[in-house]
């Protein structure tokens, strides 16, 4: 006879190193921000100090939350920013191995404005001090990967 498995040993069992169900696509709401320079536009995308790689700020989906609203809530828990959501831009998907797992992230990737527009060159983190939002040109993905793969300036 089979032995009866509670929930929350069920669960337990099957959640990986950040928290998030094995086996359960992670989803989540990134936005692009750009604003346009005397050289060109910029992107603002987050990265640690050393900028080994860049990512488009935002955050994972809580349960009842609009991409858009995941995109404010982040901004504002983590930065202090205020985001215009503008509309949904392209969905990314990708499946990879992070820390010896393999993992699969959905993307919602919207286009914003920062409002008011910062013209400053970098924002820390509130929480992870070694984190940060920079502005970076087209020219400086090459240098780099950009998370999520597969998007390009």
Wanted: hydrophobic share 40%; charged share 25%; glycine share 6%.
């Amino acid at each position: 006879m089979a032995q009866a498995v509670s929930l929350r040993e069920t669960v337990a069992n099957n959640i990986t190193w950040n928290g998030s169900l094995k086996n359960i696509p992670r989803i989540t709401a990134l936005c692009i921000i750009t604003h346009e320079r005397p050289y060109g536009r910029e992107f603002l995308v987050q990265c640690a100090d050393d900028e080994a790689f860049y990512r488009f700020p935002g955050g994972e989906i809580e349960f009842g939350e609009t991409a858009a609203d995941t995109i404010r809530r982040e901004m504002r828990e983590e930065y202090d920013l205020d985001v215009l959501v503008g509309p949904l831009w392209v969905v990314n998907e990708n499946i990879f191995t992070e820390r010896d797992q393999v993992s699969h992230a959905i993307s919602l990737i919207h286009t914003g404005q920062l409002s008011p527009v910062i013209a400053i060159d970098e924002v820390r983190h509130k929480e992870y001090t070694n984190i940060k939002l920079v502005w970076r040109s087209a020219g400086a993905w090459a240098t780099k990967p950009v998370y999520p793969a597969g998007i390009h300036a």
